[in-house]
């Protein structure tokens, strides 16, 4: 029974009691009163003024009519919230149908924001508040007019004489005329005056005590307390005099006229409060956030994985939202305006409850890994200003719903993932849109997209990258094939990794303007520019690498040499076929800060007037036929910051121009000829400002001094493939990148142990003669990614500091004295990509974590050392495990069917599954792919595979002590290319369905004890290159097949029961007949490695010919990026080192 003043939920007479409220949205809660010492489970009532109710659409009913079957249709849905608070909704007419179109398009499921007006309701709550069931009994509102619900504001806020403090009254409240307050309180009209009483009026039902205070919302969302001028109060708290409290209260108080009285209902305002008519404007800002938007971004964040604790401030424990990483407020109305988490590592799909942020204008969730469709109903945040989707996982066409978005200014989809555009009309409709990116979406079948573009006049900035644009209907819509009604305001145009001919150049004039200051064309096929280009009087930028122009360079610059000239500062014309001398003409550019020239075909000697252009200060010319001579005479040249020659012709001594660079700090003489030894002055000048310097692939004699240790913080040195000798003794504590392989450098390795501070990428010292034990100081090495120790002769134990390197992807020690077991702390490298530990004297069982812990392999390399014991299951577990190389220990034990496991032998895997990063060789260190070699038995002999390593899937068991058969689950391996298990003690038959492994170019069975005939299923292995099945105990004919019989008869010797072609044996039943000539393939072969090559190119290895990089590409150990163009990020002095896949 209820509490003396308490109305409980199981007290209500539903057939009774008909609770009418008439406002447009409430919220009800079943929760007890703070402020009432005698409730403890009541209901509370609480207006919102943004007529919106949010919730998860959980169950809807038929829709009917009333009972009577005249009123209007009927539809019952319930609603449940993030607390777990449901409500059932009666909609009636209008809103019924319109929430029934709604669900009817959409899935159930979604969350949705819904208006109630007049509508019967019933409530409950699922968390049990009460063991009795009849605690949740239905409380209902009906639209009857007759029973009003009469609400007050208790409070008004008035001035208090001149003083900058404000105060709150509490005012008596009677309900003596139900009309008026109907009239004051009411706010089902948005554009209601608020009610004023003339307090000296005898009839006025408000006489003795303060006007209520009307509240009313504006359109700036701030709360307007409009109060009689005349009014004050002698019993209010004070506002400070900063015009901040830290709460406004209200109460609601349910009028007596009701049924049953029910209690009041408290809670606080947190937005701006104005002092209106006769008082002093002044804000009182609350606290920052509403709660109806905390809880809209709790519901954002709840299904979100957030591995990297992006948004580990977002807790209901913090009150204010404002204060949570990635969000704005305004700081008048508290509103949430800005919402940017980009890069924040969140997986998961878009949650509704944005609808609910209704001031929202700044949307920004790009770089994370949402998936799903872009969300439909992003379409109706109307309010967005700027939206930001780009670098995420979703897929679908682009809504083009988004064409409500009419206050849009800033739109950026690229790369949202697998996405399309159906029709890009919709972009039409974004009249105020600056800047547009739909970089990585296929835009293939639009053909009206220039007439799209042409239609946004604000249109500032446009980037349409790999975007597969190849050709446009023609002709235009004749209003814009006028200059003056042309997309005049791009100053950013960005079209590169297209399929754009040059054909593009009729309607490119169209997009351009003198406004034009950045304009990428690259990778496209374009053969030249046109002329007009040389007019743009602002252009600053221009790319036009790879591309097919195939035209003398002189006349290129020609076709530039308008005022573009004047205004250009950055030009890459890399890659595209140039030809022809670099001429004089490029003088004429007196503004070039970048030039780019690379990987094209010129020839002669570089212009002396190349380096009279005043602000020039990166030269890059590599790969050319071009010459510059060692004694070239250059003036001093301080604005000059880097150049690069890689592959010019500079040698054979060492340039002297060097010492007129008086700033250098990138410098490429790679593969330049040079064979002198360097100047000590060399030495002495440039370390301390060098970042970065390559002298690899030439033939550089003499000791490197300890000035190795002088070099620049976070520097990268390129040393490799000369000819240094004498030992290392100090190096730079911060170097981020060092290579000195392939020299003759000597002594021990522990000047490794100085470089404590930033050596994040890449350490080889491969192919030397370094001799004695691996320091044991790696833990300063814990963003190390790439160690190379191979060809050397180093000794001992590993030491327990390897276990520190948990960012390590490839970690080479081949072909030293290494011995011992393997260090346990090894298994903490759990970022292993490729382990070669081959060609040491390793011992002791291979480890079980091999396969437990370092999943991620894909390469793994034990050849050759003194493991003993049986192949551990758990390497079964590596599924992208493309060469496993366990030969020549003391391995016993069977071969493990569960080899069955090693899915990347089974299916192709493509580029983007997987790529290995260590060091570019090439130009700068740029993005291109350095292959690292490994030793691999191939074709019975060892190959050192460089290129091609990428593409081998092998297995290679040999010179072991293994027994048993060959598991009939190996021939499940589709994709293998190469199996040796030669030399073990292998018997039983070959399985029968080994045809089936249909690529393989190698199979090498010789020297077991197998028997029995040889499969028929083998003449279905077209490209089977090499086959050896000597020494065992075959028996019968050798199955008939152009590959079978190509093979030298000795690769069937030790089988004294075989017999056929290409045996001169004859099989029973054969005629007499003159023996053929034998035209077998031989391990002398040239052409053995060829047929390697030729099989994947021809198309032997389609499917899977570019699976597999090992030690691969795209690590970034350049300085160059994009320079700042219109909205640009790039910044061209950026230095980076990513390692990532992809």
């Known amino acids: 029974m209820a509490q003396p003043n308490v109305t409980l939920i199981s007290d209500l007479d539903i057939l009774k009691d008909d609770l009418t409220i008439k406002v447009k949205v409430i919220n009800l809660w079943n929760l007890f009163s703070l402020y009432n010492k005698d409730e403890f489970f009541s209901i509370e009532l609480t207006l919102i003024d943004e007529q919106m109710l949010i919730g998860l659409v959980v169950a809807i009913g038929e829709m009917g009519r009333d009972n009577d079957d005249i009123k209007k249709h009927r539809l019952n849905i319930q609603i449940q919230d993030a607390n777990g608070l449901q409500l059932s909704v009666n909609l009636w007419g209008d809103f019924s149908y319109k929430m029934q179109g709604f669900l009817d398009n959409n899935p159930h499921n979604l969350r949705i924001i819904v208006i109630i007006q007049l509508a019967k309701l019933s409530i409950w709550r699922v968390a049990s508040m009460s063991r009795k069931n009849n605690q949740y009994s239905i409380c209902r509102v009906s639209d009857d007019e007759k029973l009003i619900e009469e609400l007050e504001n208790k409070f008004t ?72 001028e005349h009014l004050s109060s002698s019993k209010t708290p004070k506002i400070s005099p900063e015009g901040r409290i830290n709460q406004i209260v209200k109460s609601l108080l349910l009028s007596p006229t009701l049924p049953l009285p029910l209690s009041s209902s408290w809670f606080s305002i947190s937005q701006l409060v104005r002092v209106g008519k006769g008082g002093v404007d002044a804000d009182v800002v609350m606290n920052k956030c509403l709660d109806k938007e905390i809880h809209a971004l709790l519901l954002f964040k709840a299904p979100l994985k957030d ?37 924040s590592g969140l997986v998961g799909e878009i949650s509704h409850s944005l609808l609910n942020l209704s001031y929202l204008n700044h949307l920004d969730l790009s770089i994370n890994s949402f998936h799903g469709n872009i969300p439909i109903f992003i379409g109706s945040m109307t309010q967005l200003i700027y939206l930001d989707l780009s670098d995420n996982s979703f897929y679908g066409t682009i809504p083009p719903e988004f064409e409500n978005l009419t206050n849009l200014q800033h739109l950026q989809l690229s790369y949202v993932g697998r996405c399309r555009v159906e029709k890009i009309e919709w972009l039409s409709n974004l009249s105020h849109l600056e800047k547009l990116e739909l970089d990585g979406i296929s835009l293939a079948k639009q053909n009206h997209w220039v007439d799209v573009i042409l239609s946004l006049r604000k249109l500032s900035y446009l980037s349409l990258e790999g975007c597969e644009l190849s050709q446009v209907m023609y002709p235009y819509s004749s209003s814009f094939l006028n200059s003056s009604s042309s997309s ?33 064309l690259s990778y496209n096929m374009l053969d030249g520019i046109p002329k007009y280009l040389g007019n743009l009087c602002s252009l600053e930028y221009l790319e036009i690498s790879n591309n097919s122009a195939a035209v003398q360079f002189p006349d290129f610059l020609n076709n530039l040499s308008g005022c573009t000239s004047l205004s250009l500062q950055w030009l890459d014309a890399s890659d595209s076929q140039f030809i022809g001398s670099l001429s004089n003409d490029i003088q004429k ?35 050319n036929n071009l010459t510059v001579p060692s004694t070239y005479h250059l003036p001093s040249l301080s604005y000059v910051k880097e150049i690069y020659v890689s592959s010019c012709k500079v040698g054979p001594g060492f340039p002297k121009w060097i010492q007129t660079l008086k700033n250098l700090t990138h410098l490429d003489l790679s593969n330049t000829g040079i064979s002198d030894t360097i100047p000590l002055e060399f030495w002495d000048t440039w370390p301390s400002q060098l970042k970065y310097l390559n002298l690899s692939s030439n033939n550089i004699s003499g000791k490197v001094p300890d000035l190795l240790s002088s070099f620049a913080n976070g520097s990268k040195i390129d040393l490799s493939s000369n000819n240094f000798h004498g030992p290392i003794l100090n190096v730079s504590s911060t170097l981020s990148l060092l290579n000195l392989s392939r020299n003759k450098f000597s002594g021990g390795i522990a000047f490794i142990c100085q470089i404590v501070d930033g050596f994040s990428s890449f350490l080889d010292l491969s192919r030397n003669i370094f001799i004695g034990q691996l320091p044991d100081c790696l833990w300063h090495f814990r963003e190390l990614k790439v160690l190379n120790l191979g060809h050397n002769n180093l000794f001992g134990r590993l030491p327990p500091s390897i276990g520190f390197l ?23 490298c759990t970022s292993l990509i490729s382990l070669n530990l081959g060609a040491n004297k390793f011992s002791g069982n291979v480890p079980v974590w091999i396969g437990e812990n370092l999943s991620g392999l894909y390469v793994l390399i034990l050849r050759s050392n003194n493991f003993f014991g049986t192949i551990p299951l758990q390497l079964s577990q590596l599924a992208n495990l493309q060469i496993l190389d366990l030969s020549m220990n003391n391995l016993q034990g069977t071969i493990p069917s569960c080899f069955s496991n090693l899915t990347s032998m089974i299916q192709p895997r493509f580029s983007q599954d997987v790529k290995f990063y260590t060091l570019v060789r090439g130009v700068a260190y740029g993005s291109g792919i350095y292959v690292d070699h490994a030793m691999i038995e191939w074709q019975g002999d060892e190959h050192e595979f460089f290129n091609t390593l990428k593409l081998l899937k092998t297995i290679d068991l040999s010179s072991n002590k293994l027994t048993g058969q060959i598991p009939y689950e190996i021939t499940n391996l589709s994709d293998l290319i190469a199996l040796s298990l030669s030399k073990n003690s292998l018997f039983g038959e070959i399985p029968q369905k080994i045809g089936e492994m249909k690529k393989l170019l190698t199979l090498d069975l010789s020297r077991n004890s197998f028997s029995g005939q040889i499969p028929s299923s083998m003449s279905q292995m077209t490209l089977l290159n090499d086959l050896d099945l000597s020494f065992n105990n075959f028996s019968g004919r050798i199955p008939s097949s152009t590959q079978l019989q190509s093979f030298e008869p000795s690769r069937y010797d030790g089988n004294s029961q075989l017999c056929g072609l290409p045996l001169t044996k004859k099989c029973p039943g054969d005629e007499e007949s003159e023996v053929p000539p034998i035209v077998g393939k031989s391990k002398s072969d040239a052409k053995d490695i060829d047929e390697f090559w030729g099989w994947f190119y021809v198309g032997g290895g389609t499917g899977f010919a570019i699976g597999f990089w090992i030690a691969c590409g795209a690590l970034l150990l350049n300085h160059r990026g994009r320079p700042h163009g219109p909205y640009r990020s790039t910044n061209f002095q950026k230095e980076t080192v990513e390692i990532k896949r992809l």
């Open 307 to 343: 591995p990297d604790g992006g948004l580990s401030t977002w807790t209901a424990d913090e009150h204010d939202c404002c204060k949570w990483r990635g969000i704005t407020c305004n700081n008048q109305t508290g509103h949430v305006t800005k919402l940017e988490i980009s890069n």
């Open 589 to 623: 550019f007196s503004s070039l800060e970048y030039l780019d020239l690379s990987h094209n075909h010129l020839n002669g000697i570089i212009s002396d007037k190349l380096w009279e252009l005043p602000g020039l200060g990166l030269l890059d010319v590599s790969f």
């Open 806 to 828: 948990t960012e390590l992807q490839v970690l080479y020690l081949y072909d030293n004295n290494f011995s011992g077991e393997l260090p346990l702390s090894l298994k903490n």
């Open 157 to 228: 806020v008035s001035q208090v004489g001149n003083s900058q403090s404000f105060d709150i009254g509490e005012a008596d409240f009677e309900s003596q005329d139900n009309k008026i307050l109907k009239d004051a309180i009411s706010r089902t009209d948005d554009n209601i005056t608020p009610y004023t009483v003339d307090k000296n009026s005898a009839t006025s039902p408000m006489k003795g005590f303060n006007t209520p205070t009307v509240l009313k919302r504006n359109l700036e969302e701030v709360f307007d307390l409009e109060l009689n």
């Open 488 to 520: 005049s305001s791009i100053e950013g145009l960005y079209l590169g990794n297209n399929s754009l001919t040059s054909s593009m150049y009729r309607w490119l004039f169209l997009l351009t303007s003198n406004k034009l200051g950045y304009l990428d």
